[in-house]
């Protein structure tokens, strides 16, 4: 997260609706798992979505992923009248084939191209933050997870593209900020920003060492709120926070660690809508 300190920054604000969790992800980690799983890589959508372990049958399905016929956070989405827009990684729609209002899908097979998922996301996100036409807006890049692949994690591409990604975040939180007041187009947005899961140094993930399994959930609620949460009901773990020389000394981070199988059923809470069916 050190290079993404516009997320830092507002985490660590006194009295900031922003926080950073430790979200710890269950192996296989890959994708497809995930997604299926939680939502974001194939094994991360999996496990994300269904909030149902992922298994290892199923990397075997990463590459050409079927739909999910399981009960999962999308179709619930859906099926309760909210209007999904995608955009980046085109596994969505392989997974999810009939569920978005609108799609942006990009290939995302070529392993050595850090670039075309993530422009296309970029040329849709913003333009999207002032449409009235969705209700959950999903964008997934692609970028960090091929440079970490290709070059390894503390690569100069891999720097390059979370240096990019913070200019993209600082660039929609400044979108979000400017539009939440009292009636305005984002007086009630929920940010999540997310990675589905780690990786190695050398870039591998899809095994159940702490570094492909931990990775970590940016939350940022834009809804003005009358008081923070009362300190007997604050279970963060807070630490001083030493990653960023923009942000003060004394300030500090608190970080709570969730389960990415949680994920699915905190989401359906916060939307008012039913528990995939595995995670009831």
């Known amino acids: 997260m050190d290079k993404l300190p516009v997320l830092q920054k507002l985490a660590s604000t006194k009295g900031s609706l922003a926080k950073i969790f430790k979200a710890i992800s269950d192996p296989p980690t890959t994708s497809l798992q995930r997604l299926k799983g939680g939502i974001i890589n194939n094994d991360a959508l999996l496990g994300l979505t269904t909030g149902g372990l992922p298994t290892f049958i199923d990397v075997g399905n990463s590459f050409g992923a079927p739909a999910i016929v399981e009960d999962n956070l999308i179709y619930q989405l859906v099926q309760n009248g909210k209007r999904v827009v995608m955009m980046g990684d085109d ?101 999540l920003v997310m990675g589905d899961h780690g990786q190695t140094l050398n870039g591998d993930h899809g095994g159940g060492t702490a570094e492909e399994v931990e990775t970590s959930i940016f939350a940022m609620s834009l809804k003005k709120t009358p008081s923070s949460l009362p300190p007997e009901l604050n279970g963060s773990f807070c630490e001083p926070h030493l990653d960023s020389s923009e942000i003060l000394d004394k300030e500090k981070m608190c970080i709570n660690s969730i389960q990415q199988l949680d994920f699915a059923v905190t989401i359906s809470a916060m939307l008012g809508i039913p528990f995939p069916f595995g995670r009831q």
């Open 91 to 191: 596994t969505w729609l392989q997974l999810f084939p009939h569920h978005f209002e609108k799609s942006y899908p990009f290939p995302s097979f070529n392993v050595k191209d850090l670039h075309t998922v993530d422009n296309g996301c970029i040329d849709h996100l913003l333009p999207s933050l002032y449409e009235e036409d969705w209700d959950v807006l999903i964008a997934h890049f692609l970028g960090v997870d091929h440079a970490g692949h290709i070059f390894g994690v503390d690569s100069t591409p891999m720097i390059e593209k979370l240096e990019q990604y913070n200019g993209v975040l600082e660039n929609i939180i400044e979108v979000l900020e400017s539009q939440s007041g009292p009636g305005g187009l984002h007086e009630n947005t929920f940010l």
